[in-house]
């Protein structure tokens, strides 16, 4: 048996949600150095040095008092450290949600946004609190914050306490479902006509892995892939020869997006409502 104290978990740390093994056609059991890879070894960045947990009760009250903050530039920063698509569905109001597209971008992103962090109050979130051991810990080995918090459980406990609280639209998960909701709100909008939609899909050009948002009309209109440049490569690859559709694929989506992004070092993100 392990003695390491996040080893010992409690019935709280289980997440239950609808779905059955219909969604879990890829399980696995393992053990893995790091669940979700940022790409930093625990034994350099230990998981010791992660950020003070909150209950869903104290996150909610801390984002309560920040939006109460209004337009203000604030001293607390409430930082999403999940991937963009998945932020881009639902999110904290008044989030800062990167435009990263792994969590072994994170790391970066930090290093090239520490004057963003200086100083502030971190409150950090994901999607089950996975993710937070680690990024708080890296946050937090830069040792530029006032203070970093992270919310234990992630989204997901949250969600279980204030289906209708400050978290906005629909929690991406990794399984055949994409997203589950708790509250009705459409925060995204179709790639082509800009209409309320959420629900992901992906490119229908072969070896393109992004997900496009497309709402039922467009896809009738034929915009199944995730960006013109995709849908016409789709529509050449029929002719295209074996050995033309195993290159890597390039698209607007992968070129039209740095790496790490780099945020503006005053983040002042109105309230919107
Ligand atoms: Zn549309
Ligand atoms: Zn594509
Ligand atoms: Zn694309």
Redesign the pocket.
């Known amino acids: 048996m392990c003695s390491h104290p996040l080893f010992k978990m409690d019935k709280e740390d289980f997440k239950t949600s609808d779905g059955g093994a219909e969604c879990f056609t890829d399980l696995r059991i393992g053990v893995y150095k790091e669940i979700v890879p940022m790409g930093v070894d625990p034994d350099v960045i230990s998981y010791q040095l992660a950020g003070v947990h909150l209950e869903p009760e104290e996150f909610h009250k801390e984002v309560e008092a920040l939006l109460a903050e209004g337009d203000s530039c604030s001293d607390t920063i409430l930082l999403d450290c999940r991937n963009f698509y998945e932020s881009k569905i639902g999110q904290f109001t008044r989030c800062l949600a990167p435009d990263i597209r792994k969590f072994s971008y994170f790391p970066d992103y930090v290093d090239q946004n520490l004057e963003l962090f200086k100083d502030k109050k971190v409150l950090m979130y994901c999607t089950g609190g996975i993710r937070c051991e680690r990024g708080s810990a890296y946050l937090r080995s830069k040792d530029v914050c006032k203070e970093v918090y992270q919310l234990k459980g992630g989204i997901h406990k949250y969600l279980e306490q204030y289906p209708e609280g400050f978290y906005r639209g629909k929690l991406f998960v990794f399984d055949e479902r994409y997203a589950i909701s708790s509250n009705s709100d459409v925060i995204s909008d179709c790639r082509y006509c800009s209409c309320p939609w959420d629900k992901y899909e992906l ?1 229908s ?1 072969q070896f ?1 892995c ?1 997900l496009v948002l497309s709402c039922p009309s467009c896809r009738q209109n034929g915009h199944t ?3 013109p440049t ?1 849908q016409t490569k789709g529509q050449a690859k029929s002719e295209a020869s074996p050995a033309v559709l195993h290159h890597k ?1 390039e ?1 607007e ?1 992968t070129c039209g997006r740095p790496r790490i992004p780099q945020d503006p070092q005053h983040i002042c993100v109105p309230y919107l409502e």
């Open positions: 490119c050009t393109c992004q892939a995730c960006c995709c694929e698209c989506c």
